[in-house]
């Protein structure tokens, strides 16, 4: 059972907190590039106010989002002369949190350079904004073949969770779920053949077998389900330290190469954003067709349109055919199922069953992360050298085997080839 105390460990994630300090040491998604297409934004991450910009150069950049003289919200602010202006009284701050100018104070004064505005370093990659958080020097950022992919073979979006990141990540490593919660009577008829088979297997057996094993990135799952035809259907998903999932998908049309992540960023502790990301090794995705999927369950603004007040819009008269009545985007299943528990889940009330390991064991590798902290112990997976930047073991795979196939061996065969799911252009 998990105690109030490590339940308060887990999911409070502010400054100073344990949790947030663990989250801080990694590069975080902070927005998608998209957002900043046209001006400064105001953005919240870990409980903390602040402004992303681009400056002159396109440069993404950012600050805390008030200005370190008066106050004023910075996302108003001019992008000019290399930095991003006050509107006050025009101290212009430039990405490194430098204050360049302040217009009103005499030619001579040096007052400028005492000051020194919250900045944090930013990078962009697959078409978001990622920022790290944390003291010190960054890590290196993270080598995962889905950043580095072309842009046709990388697909993103967010939306927004009206819970604590937890909830909405422990629901990523509980694939028993699947066969309740996102079961329809027949699969759906966007699938390619062999996704199909192991939607039928899903359906069909309700009590799968999963297995974990830890890794140096976090957590590799098993789960194995009868076919009823003498094989059986195994689905390789991983859990990476410290907020991400990595699972086949949408990209699947095209077959074994590609996967989905779903990486939860905490806004305060009562509600997060869900960063998405789609990728395929070897094909172009239907970009069109995740953005049509979308629209209809997601606002402009990336907010879903079945939430708690219209009771997610569930239509029982559906049940028949779809287990939950809450329509075919699974998006929507999941937002149910993390949300209604509250906006922070009071775990000791819990009671866990054998399908929950992995839900378990992560919590034990967020917690003995934690306390490597005050120890000045790096947490896993916060990387230093080339050496540790290569991504080949999170193997993320929907396969159909024999009855005596090992799913472990095949993706110690994968880690071993040295290539697979890395980018080619």
Known sequence: MTTKEENDLLTRTGPGTPGGDLLRRYWQPVALASDIAERPIAIRVLSEDLVLFRDEAGQPGLL????????????????????????????????GGSCLEQPAEPDESRYKEEIRHTA?????????????????????????????????????SKLFHACNYLQANEGNLDPAHLSYLHRFS????????????????????????????????GLRLYTQRQTGDGRKH??????????????????????????????????????????????HATHP?????????????????YRPLRHA???????????????????????AHDLFAVQTPGPILDRTKEHLATTDIAVATARRMLL????????????????RSPNENVFNDIVVRSLMLAPD?????????????????APRA
């Open 64 to 95: 805390g989002l008030y200005c370190p003289h008066r106050a004023v919200d910075l996302s108003y602010g001019r992008v000019e002369n290399g930095g991003l202006r006050c509107l006050y009284h025009g101290w212009l701050f430039d990405r």
């Open 405 to 421: 196939e090992d799913p472990r061996a095949l993706c110690a065969r994968d880690i071993g080839a040295g290539d697979f799911h």
């Open 309 to 331: 007040g219209n009771r997610y819009r569930q239509d029982r008269a559906s049940m028949g055919h779809a287990f939950a009545g809450l329509g075919p985007y699974f998006a």
């Open 234 to 279: 195994v689905r390789v998903t991983c859990f990476v330290l410290p907020n991400l999932g990595f699972f086949s998908g949408q990209e699947q049309r095209h077959g074994e190469g590609g996967y989905s992540v779903h990486w939860h960023v905490p806004i305060d502790d009562e509600s997060h954003w869900r960063y998405e990301f789609y990728y």
């Open 186 to 217: 027949e699969p759906l008829p966007d699938r390619a053949g062999g996704y199909r088979a192991g939607t039928r297997a899903i359906i069909g057996d309700r009590r799968p077998k999963i297995e974990i094993e830890r890794t140096r990135f």
């Open 368 to 383: 003995e992360a934690m306390a490597r902290l005050p120890r000045g112990e790096d947490p896993p997976l916060v990387l």
């Open 120 to 156: 944090y370093p930013c990078r962009e990659a697959a078409g978001a904004i990622f920022a790290y958080l944390g003291p010190g020097a960054p890590p290196l950022f993270p080598a995962f073949h889905f950043l580095q992919a072309p842009a046709p073979k990388v697909h993103q």
């Open 285 to 301: 995705l239907d970009k069109d067709g995740l953005i049509a999927r979308a629209r209809v369950e997601v606002g402009a603004d």
